[in-house]
């Protein structure tokens, strides 16, 4: 605990002393603690535990609390707040631990889920829950699910707080926006965890005993494996687009910001369109992944402050079948493909790289076309001050028809007039490195693109 924060130092003594409390009465012999369920649901939470290091099946983890974490519902239904308590700390102990400082995180991850334990058990049995899974008789459904939904409220409760109060201390991040961000998370794996806790306690408590419970922990565990496999996919496709997108800002420091700007604008105005929601995935990629081909065109061009001359301009031409060279093989991207290589189509057919127009440009390159434009009349770069807002889509409502597809504009008019138009990050770019005051921020960063403009400005 050497490199932890003082303050996140007292919270976890105090984490730790709390759950102490919680668990320590279960070892009193007054207590009555069912040491053979107990000890069994310890056994199950290990041997979890290790079949996770062994095969990594990727169980639905909340902030690292290991495999186990399926089977904490079935031990806060079925024991004492003690020795639930208890079961959460020897699991939690023997857990792995995949960032340092390990000591640390391991005794916090400890307190911290003996007291999630410990106040969902108290919820449940406050709620008269044990007496609805039914022992030899049958279960109290549907009045046993209020109970167990309201203990994997408190869990979940209980550890989005603590993980809060821990990040204020030992990162300095807020409060509110920690809870914000965690709580959603983290609600929806409890609540499927206690559904299956439910079925595991009622089978654990009939006349079948123990043993028939182990039937719930297989298919809950194919599914959490099921589960873990498209979120790994899904984060290997974000950190894809990231690493595309920062190595655009490392060669085009001028565009910084630009492409995340054009990926939620084309979302606004696909939003408008009613566009089917499984599609806006693939837009947002398409419009932060517009301008990647420009990997392939020479830095000198890129970052050329004066007016390119028409062999540059040729070979600023090229980024869009760059782009689509780049990006052929990655198959998540879908119809973002063909946005990467005609988004500098024109309606009128005097676009590139191919001359489409009308319809036969692909939705998806009509809307990025709209979406690139605005931001870059929007956004200041070191040659020129952006436009304000009105006058940006004053400019494409002009170019409309001839350029642009007009009922994408519309549909970006109406969604600026709804949501409006800015952006939040405060970071000083390569437009205002210079020394002098950053402009506003719903005017900067991100500095447009210079192969084409729906206006005088820079015309390529």
Known sequence: MRGTPAAARVRILAAVLCAACCALPALSPR???PWGASGLLLALCLACEALGRRFDPGSLRAGGAG???PLLPVAAFLLP?????????GAAAAGRVERPPFAARRIWRAAQLALACCAASWTHTLLGGPATLGGPGAPDFPYALLPAGAAALTFSLTLTALDCAILAAAEGQPVRRSWRALLPRALGPHLVHALAGLMMAV?????YGPLSALFVLLPMYISCWVFAQCHREETAHRATIRALVQAVDIKDAYTRGHSERVGRASVLIARELGMDPARLEALRFAGILHDVGKLGVPTRVLRKDGPLTPEERRVMSLHPEYGHEIVRGIGFLDEARAAILHHHERMDGNG????LSGCRIPEFARIVAVADAFDAMTSTRSYRRGRPVPAALAE???CAGSQFDPRMVRALTRAVDRHGWSCADTAVTADEAGGGVPVPAARRDAAPSRDRRPSPDRSA
């Open 67 to 69: 495999s186990f974490l």
């Open 81 to 89: 707040p003690a020795a639930a308590a208890l079961v959460a700390t």
């Open 203 to 207: 089978l654990w408590r009939s006349l």
């Open 31 to 33: 207590a009555g603690t």
């Open 396 to 398: 494409l409502r002009r």
């Open 352 to 355: 590139y790289p191919y001359g």
